[in-house]
């Protein structure tokens, strides 16, 4: 089985996590370091990905 991941950014949800980590609003997204989260997450469950 093969979970394909879709990323939208919503900016109102990356703004809520922003302020809780007290990160600037205008701070640029850094997409690889998500991507690369989300990765490391499905194979410590044992899910294969595709992006």
Do not use: H, L
């Not at 919503?10 to 990765?39: C, G, H, K, L, Q």
């Amino acid at each position: 089985m093969t979970t394909v991941f879709t990323v939208c950014g919503n900016p109102i949800v990356e703004r809520a996590y922003r302020e809780f980590r007290n990160e600037p609003p205008d701070a640029p997204w850094d997409s690889t370091a998500t991507f690369d989260a989300i990765y490391q997450v499905a194979k410590a469950k044992g899910i294969e990905a595709e992006f």
